[in-house]
């Protein structure tokens, strides 16, 4: 649930009010989402690796909620979100300057001809940058892409192509994202397992971050970690390759994370 405990009694109040509060979608009503008929070709492919109706149920997402996906990529997650929060909810995509050159071809397509008519795409931006009200977000949500906070450069086959000049100052990016969060919203991020201690270098190398990286970073800008998934965990992976090999992917050992403002 992703409404905290100490909104309980406000929540309580609005209910005998005749406001009554939106409930967390099922996991049952979020499987019946990614079998919409209108679901690109090609996209239920993922769900068996990413086991989205339990990552979404996770978040406690409600129809109506205002939710933002972090380094959207193609979109895989912004379709379903948008699915699930319905008319009344809406959906801001965001991809930086680095995501959006392998992102761009894929979530224009997606979202031609407002074909997901409630969601707000932020191409190119800075997380910094993107423009949403102070406290109007419920979820923000980010899969498998924490660690391009820190991925700076590429080797292929001993080229490097250098994609950022440094890392992203985590600390104004994730203050800018409290700031957007609702005081009971969750900030939930799903991404690849490296190897403990291998520092911001694995976002590089295998493409990959060390968990407590995240932790540390995020309760030291004001973050608490409320409760951890683990439907994505394989503990056969090994942490030395690239979450890109072929013999890997898809299949790598995930943490699941939800956050909520330290109150």
Same mark, same amino acid.
């Given at each position: 649930m992703k409404k905290r405990l100490i909104m309980a009694a406000a929540a309580l109040a609005l209910t005998h009010a005749g406001f009554a509060?939106?409930? !967390?979608l099922t996991e049952q009503q979020l499987t019946q989402i990614l079998k919409h008929q209108d679901r690109p070709e090609g996209d239920s492919k993922r769900d068996n690796a990413r086991l989205p109706a339990k990552v979404m149920a996770f978040t406690g997402i409600s129809k109506g909620d205002n939710i933002l996906d972090l380094f959207? =990529? =193609?979109?895989w997650y912004t379709e379903l979100f948008s699915r699930a929060v319905g008319p009344e909810g809406k959906v801001y995509a965001q991809n930086d300057e680095v995501i959006?050159?392998?992102a761009e071809q894929r979530i224009t397509k997606r979202t031609a001809d407002n074909r997901l008519p409630n969601v707000k795409r932020f191409d190119n931006m800075a997380i910094v940058d993107i423009n949403v009200p102070d406290e109007s977000l419920d979820v923000v949500f980010t899969a498998l892409n924490y660690h391009d906070l820190f991925f700076t450069e590429t080797?292929? !086959?001993g080229i490097i192509t250098k994609l950022r000049d440094d890392v992203v100052d985590y600390k104004t990016t994730?203050?800018?994202? &409290? *700031?957007a969060? &609702?005081?009971d919203g969750v900030f939930v991020i799903i991404d690849h397992f490296a *190897?403990? =201690?291998?520092g911001y270098e694995a976002a590089n190398t295998v493409h990959r971050i060390d968990p407590d990286i995240v932790k540390f970073q995020? !309760?030291?800008m004001g973050f608490e970690l409320l409760e951890e998934a683990f439907y994505l965990r394989n503990p056969g992976d090994d942490l030395n390759k690239s979450v890109f090999d072929p013999n890997l992917r898809g299949k790598t050992d995930r943490f699941i994370y939800k956050f909520g403002k330290k109150q």
């Open positions: 509060q939106s409930a !967390d959207a =990529g =193609g979109g959006w050159r392998f080797n292929r !086959d994730l203050t800018h994202i &409290k *700031k969060m &609702k005081p *190897k403990p =201690g291998s995020m !309760d030291a």
